[in-house]
């Protein structure tokens, strides 16, 4: 009736035409309940005048905003003004608050129906990027070992994505860099744009985070059955429903996050970012001489430097698709 209801209301705009209620007058809402909450579109009204309320103003124009209320003890159903309630009843805003309250409920029955059985295989794609984020972590903590100074140089560099170094200006180049504070003695060259910032990121958390998470939905798994999740969801109380709406919800936001930063950490690694960082860390220019390279297939890792000597890095389980 609910869905009728409004229905009705959207394609003529006149709650007060719907067969099944009343537009008698009331002067008691005491144990009236709230059905549902309307708008009405006032271009559709006769002359745009608002809906006459059977609280307040039966017979003039009153309201856009309305409440479908039943009326247990007339056994009847009315639509009212939003706002209209409060004028005749003391108590009213206590049941607009049980509304707000069953609404939200059936809301979240809602997204637990829908969403609760889907669990297991958010629970899998969380174990993929857990496995990955494990694997990215051993490589980054090997990096932070190995060429602590190197990993360092590379942060700071590629902070702003823009791959730079300054380049004295000498006598015969010619260019004169003029800035408020006078003469400039250097200019910036700017190489490209880089990424992978996550490769030399000074924290890596995402696998304990993930685990976390992990952790936190496996509570709330009843298998991939509805019928089994439906009644899962039937015995839990409102706290347990609440809080496995949200971790669903987060776990999704989370687990996007994740996978944006486990490809940044990978695409360090792609050809052309790798040849980018050589043509930075090579230059004339630069504060630190290095060479990367990718070797067998993707496996290997390697770093040289005239200052720190030569360091390799298994690459074997975070599997570059090179
Ligand atoms: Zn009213």
Redesign the pocket.
């Given at each position: 009736m609910i869905a009728s209801f409004k229905d009705h209301v959207r394609k003529t705009g006149q709650p007060e035409t719907y067969s099944l209620i009343t537009t008698k007058q009331a002067f008691d809402l005491d144990n009236a309940e709230i059905l549902a909450e309307f708008q009405v579109d006032r271009k559709k009204r006769e002359d745009l005048r608002a809906v006459p309320?059977p609280?307040?103003?039966p017979t003039s124009p009153?309201?856009l905003a309305g409440y479908l209320v039943w009326f247990p003890q007339e056994r009847v159903i009315r639509a009212?003004?939003r706002e209209?309630g409060k004028?005749i009843n003391e108590k009213w805003d206590r049941e607009q608050y049980a509304f707000k309250k069953r609404q939200q409920q059936e809301a979240r029955e809602e997204y637990l129906e829908a969403n609760l059985h889907l669990l297991p295989n958010l629970l899998l794609d969380y174990s993929a990027e857990l496995a990955r984020a494990d694997a990215q972590e051993t490589v980054w903590l090997a990096m932070r070992r190995e060429n602590p100074a190197i990993a360092q140089y590379l942060r700071s560099g590629m902070r702003s994505g823009y791959l730079s170094v300054s380049e004295r200006l000498n006598s015969r180049s010619g260019i004169a860099m003029t800035t408020s504070a006078g003469a400039s003695k250097f200019r910036e060259v700017r190489i490209g744009f880089c990424v992978g910032q996550s490769f030399v990121a000074s924290k890596n958390e995402l696998a304990k985070k993930l685990k976390q998470q992990l952790e936190m939905l496996s509570l709330f798994d009843f298998g991939n059955e509805p019928n089994r999740c439906f009644l899962a969801i039937c015995d839990m109380t409102t706290a347990e429903m609440e809080k496995a709406e949200r971790a669903i919800k987060r776990s999704k936001v989370v687990l996007d996050q994740a996978r944006s930063r486990l490809d940044d950490f990978e695409s360090f690694f792609s050809s052309q970012n790798i040849d980018l960082i050589n043509q930075w860390a090579g230059h004339p220019s630069s504060e630190l001489n290095f060479q990367l390279e990718i070797a067998n297939n993707g496996n290997r890792f390697k770093v040289r430097s005239h200052e720190f000597g030569y360091t390799e890095i298994d690459l074997t389980t975070i599997s570059l698709t090179q």
């Open positions: 309320c609280i307040c103003s009153k309201y009212i003004g209209c004028r």
